[in-house]
């Protein structure tokens, strides 16, 4: 992600990388936080929704809040959530009215990240939804055909066969409050879903100018870069700084990267702790 970022600079070609660059991201954190979870003595899950769900105790139940990482959307009512429905929040009303077009500063990241992960969660609500009315309306389907059965074999006219099952709000908020919290995992993995199969050109025409598209670039290194950083810190914790350092330099050995790369930046800071 440092090498195309430097080369693209702010050209058009940064657009495309850009897309690659959200796929990328998630698996950065897809990758250090399994290694973590292996770190602390569990398993390695083998899929995309497994390490989702096991990224929210991995981070949303600790003590100690530090954003972007343990915030989380989940319902509201929900122990330790705020009135908006937000785990680790910033202890503040949140604007999650503010457009995510819009131009934000200083503490409006929160409400700009609040915004992405409520929306990502409704989708989930939305898809656990659309599963329910699925399972109601195949249930409603064979009872209808035993009806029928019945009432043909009376010599009998039965009713037409349902199209379709209306939930009610109990069904409704039910199945909102059954979804998990959901973290930057998920919207990440949001990201990496629309970049590969769906939208591209959210990333690529997006940006209105090619510096704003460098910008995104900046910042997903960043984000990586710093979600590496917090995840070995905690590995650090385990497996010891040292342990950590001789691994990293393992992989420095046989990489293109640099003295000024991020990574061996990252690896002197931990050589010094």
Known sequence: MEHTHELAGD?????????????????????????????????????????????????????????????????????????????????????????????WQGEQAWDIAARALRSTRQLMVEDRLAAKRRELLNAKKKAWRADRDARLAAGRTHAPEPKSVRLTAADKDAVAAAVRPVTMADYLYRLRIKANYEDVTVFSIGPTTDHEAAQVGTDLVALASATLLVHELRIAAVIGCDELVKAMDAVLLHSAADSASNMAQRRDLHARI
């Not at 899950?45 to 959307?73: C, F, G, I, N």
């Not at 937000?86 to 949140?94: E, N, Q, T």
């Open 11 to 103: 050209s058009e070609i940064i657009r495309l990388a850009n897309s690659w660059g959200a796929v990328q991201t998630y698996y950065v954190l897809y990758g250090c936080a399994q290694a973590l979870m292996v770190a602390e003595g569990g398993a390695r899950p083998q899929m995309h929704e497994p390490t989702k769900r096991r990224y929210v105790d991995l981070w949303t139940s600790r003590a100690v809040q530090l954003a972007p990482w343990t915030l989380a959307s989940t319902a509201p009512g929900t122990r330790l959530a705020d009135a908006d429905g937000f785990l680790a929040g910033p202890g503040r009303p949140l604007d999650l009215d503010l457009h995510p077009w819009a131009s």
